[in-house]
Protein backbone atom coordinates (compact mmCIF):
# COMPACT_ATOMS: atom_id res chain seq x y z
CA UNK A 1 0.00 0.00 0.00
CA UNK A 2 0.96 3.56 -0.63
CA UNK A 3 2.04 5.87 2.47
CA UNK A 4 0.73 9.16 3.48
CA UNK A 5 -2.71 8.80 1.21
CA UNK A 6 -4.62 7.16 3.88
CA UNK A 7 -6.69 9.46 6.33
CA UNK A 8 -6.13 9.74 10.16
CA UNK A 9 -8.66 6.81 11.82
CA UNK A 10 -9.93 8.42 14.93
CA UNK A 11 -10.18 5.83 17.58
CA UNK A 12 -13.04 7.46 20.62
CA UNK A 13 -15.16 9.43 18.20
CA UNK A 14 -18.37 10.30 19.91
CA UNK A 15 -21.55 10.29 17.96
CA UNK A 16 -24.29 12.66 19.40
CA UNK A 17 -28.13 12.43 18.22
CA UNK A 18 -30.56 15.12 18.16
CA UNK A 19 -32.10 12.93 20.84
CA UNK A 20 -29.67 13.85 23.67
CA UNK A 21 -28.43 10.06 23.10
CA UNK A 22 -24.28 9.79 22.91
CA UNK A 23 -21.72 6.38 22.09
CA UNK A 24 -18.33 6.50 21.22
CA UNK A 25 -16.72 4.29 17.81
CA UNK A 26 -13.96 4.79 15.48
CA UNK A 27 -14.26 6.78 12.46
CA UNK A 28 -12.30 9.43 9.82
CA UNK A 29 -14.31 12.59 11.00
CA UNK A 30 -13.22 13.68 14.95
CA UNK A 31 -16.98 14.63 15.89
CA UNK A 32 -20.07 12.85 14.65
CA UNK A 33 -23.92 14.47 14.33
CA UNK A 34 -26.71 12.43 13.57
CA UNK A 35 -30.73 12.95 13.71
CA UNK A 36 -31.57 9.64 14.38
CA UNK A 37 -29.68 6.39 16.01
CA UNK A 38 -31.20 3.29 17.51
CA UNK A 39 -32.50 4.58 20.80
CA UNK A 40 -35.28 7.02 19.07
CA UNK A 41 -35.51 4.87 15.48
CA UNK A 42 -38.94 3.86 15.14
CA UNK A 43 -37.37 0.15 14.11
CA UNK A 44 -35.92 -0.39 17.35
CA UNK A 45 -37.96 1.54 19.56
CA UNK A 46 -41.63 0.17 17.99
CA UNK A 47 -43.03 3.50 18.46
CA UNK A 48 -44.45 5.19 14.98
CA UNK A 49 -42.38 9.00 15.36
CA UNK A 50 -42.62 11.43 13.00
CA UNK A 51 -39.22 13.03 11.98
CA UNK A 52 -39.37 16.48 10.13
CA UNK A 53 -35.85 17.23 9.23
CA UNK A 54 -35.40 20.71 8.40
CA UNK A 55 -38.78 21.34 7.31
CA UNK A 56 -39.58 19.12 4.64
CA UNK A 57 -42.84 19.07 4.97
CA UNK A 58 -43.28 23.06 5.02
CA UNK A 59 -40.46 23.06 2.01
CA UNK A 60 -43.19 20.96 -0.05
CA UNK A 61 -46.23 22.89 1.03
CA UNK A 62 -44.57 26.28 -0.03
CA UNK A 63 -43.28 24.68 -3.42
CA UNK A 64 -46.91 23.45 -3.94
CA UNK A 65 -48.67 26.76 -3.22
CA UNK A 66 -46.21 28.14 -5.83
CA UNK A 67 -46.47 25.86 -8.20
CA UNK A 68 -50.60 26.79 -7.86
CA UNK A 69 -49.80 30.60 -8.59
CA UNK A 70 -47.20 30.08 -11.19
CA UNK A 71 -50.15 27.75 -13.00
CA UNK A 72 -53.13 30.53 -12.35
CA UNK A 73 -51.04 33.28 -13.60
CA UNK A 74 -49.95 31.61 -16.80
CA UNK A 75 -53.97 30.88 -17.17
CA UNK A 76 -54.25 34.49 -16.90
CA UNK A 77 -51.28 35.10 -19.06
CA UNK A 78 -52.53 33.02 -22.08
CA UNK A 79 -56.27 34.32 -21.27
CA UNK A 80 -55.32 37.79 -21.79
CA UNK A 81 -53.40 36.86 -24.89
CA UNK A 82 -56.12 35.27 -26.90
CA UNK A 83 -57.98 38.37 -25.78
CA UNK A 84 -55.94 40.76 -27.40
CA UNK A 85 -55.51 38.28 -30.53
CA UNK A 86 -59.27 38.34 -30.82
CA UNK A 87 -59.75 42.02 -30.76
CA UNK A 88 -56.28 42.24 -33.47
CA UNK A 89 -58.28 40.74 -35.25
CA UNK A 90 -56.89 41.50 -39.29
CA UNK A 91 -58.57 44.25 -40.86
CA UNK A 92 -60.89 43.02 -44.06
CA UNK A 93 -58.32 43.38 -47.00
CA UNK A 94 -59.32 45.60 -49.95
CA UNK A 95 -60.75 43.32 -52.15
CA UNK A 96 -58.97 42.10 -55.74
CA UNK A 97 -59.73 43.36 -58.74
CA UNK A 98 -61.12 39.61 -59.60
CA UNK A 99 -63.15 39.52 -56.78
CA UNK A 100 -65.02 42.88 -57.59
CA UNK A 101 -65.27 42.04 -61.08
CA UNK A 102 -67.12 39.00 -59.83
CA UNK A 103 -68.79 41.05 -57.02
CA UNK A 104 -70.48 43.14 -60.22
CA UNK A 105 -71.46 40.12 -62.24
CA UNK A 106 -72.95 38.19 -60.04
CA UNK A 107 -75.02 41.87 -58.94
CA UNK A 108 -76.24 42.20 -63.18
CA UNK A 109 -77.38 38.41 -63.79
Known amino acids: MKQDIHPQMHKDVVVT ?3 G ?12 SVEI ?5 PF ?7 V ?4 RIDKFVKKQKESQ ?8 VK ?10 AAPQ ?8 LEEARKKTS
Open 17 to 19: CAC
Open 21 to 32: NSFTTMSTSEKL
Open 37 to 41: CSMCH
Open 44 to 50: YTGQQKF
Open 52 to 55: DTEG
Open 69 to 76: AKKLKADE
Open 79 to 88: KTRAKKKSSK
Open 93 to 100: AAPTLKEM
